[in-house]
């Protein structure tokens, strides 16, 4: 454990996330919204505590990957903004509730790979912070969209940018301007989601592929998540020299010799994310 606070701490006073270290494997943290009785609608209180998780994510060397979700028993993954919150506030309001980094910042710029299991309705602003996690796994039933259209206004939390990198421009402009939701099945034809199972098979599935990646050297999952955001956010040429930086750069890293060692004498590595 990091003599640093752990991700399991830094969620004991928090009302509306719980942390567990283990359930998907090894290495691997599970955040969990858990808001029943708002379907884990994204309260301003919700935002600050997830924040608070990440954050401490950032310096606690146990874990190599995160697994975000909602409680079961609120049968959604987040069904969206607090719709009350949004009633009462201003433009100057929302203008301050906007300013960056936001929840969706946050956890797109981590610096371990994110997984978003997408376990019910991931609506509105739900569906944003899936689109804001490195990969989303989804049930077969769930419900994702950006219904905002219906209530006059628009997606705010990169429902529009995200949303269009991953669906492409029809798709996108399909589901915000209808405010349409599309099923787990559908999701993950369009793009919108990379996979999707039967409820009984999701764990299974956020298990074998959370386990995975928490297998690997935690120094190269950084940098390999560094340059693959560098290719939605640069032209072809400067992500092309970007990643040969971040490629030589892991060249003088303790892992790059124990991987290659590793595999030479047949053996399981011992990473040390240096």
Known sequence: MSEEQSSVDAAADAEFVRTEYGEYGDHVLTVTIDRPDARNALSAQVRAE????FETVETDDDVRVVVLTGSDEAKAFVAGADVKELRERSAVEQHEASERPRIYETVADCSKPVVARVNGHALGGGCE???ACDIRLAREDAKLG???ISLGIIPGGGGTQRLTRLVGTGQARKLVLSGELVDGTE??????VEEAHPAGELDDRVSDLAGKMASKSPLALARAKEALRAATRMDLDSGLAYESELFVGLFDSHDKNEGIDAFLEGRDPDWRGE
């Open 129 to 131: 912070l899936a689109q």
């Open 146 to 148: 950006q219904p905002e």
């Open 50 to 53: 997830l924040t608070q998780v």
């Open 187 to 192: 999701a993950a034809e369009i793009g919108l």
